[in-house]
């Protein structure tokens, strides 16, 4: 693997499946492993964390994730490692990423594991993503069995 190159793993995963804390790690273990690079860790919800709080505004979805497309491709263009953990239930969700002008590594990683939402998504809500998500080509599935606290 030519770690000079910027890479981008696409983590996705429906709530609860453990996006957020899989990109941490990865994103603290690439730190500490990989010399010379630095990741950068992004996804919607962090645009309704406020003061320490999650504010979720359904209004704002569309401007939360432009904003970490944007993140993510500046990153990328400096030359940096790059985490993105959002749900992407589709294809057409995930594209958006795959199309930057400059070049770059992907990775999709996908989690199917099942713990709880700690944004609250109602249930009618997730059935629905659960209902459109589709397999991507070139995708490695992961299911964690259990989180433990680093």
Known sequence: MDIKMPTLVIVRGLPGAGKTTYAKRLCENTNKIVVGTRCHHF??????????????DAGMLGVAHANCLINVYNTLKSGDYCIIA???TTYKEVQPYLNFDINYKIEIVSLT??????????????????ERWETI????????KEIKNA
């Open 113 to 130: 594991s099942n713990f709880k939402s700690i944004h609250g998504v109602p249930d009618d809500v997730y059935n629905l993503m659960k």
């Open 43 to 56: 996804e919607a919800d962090q645009y309704f964390e406020k003061n320490g709080e999650y504010v979720f």
């Open 86 to 88: 959002n749900t992407f």
């Open 137 to 144: 080509d070139g995708e490695t599935r992961y299911k964690i």
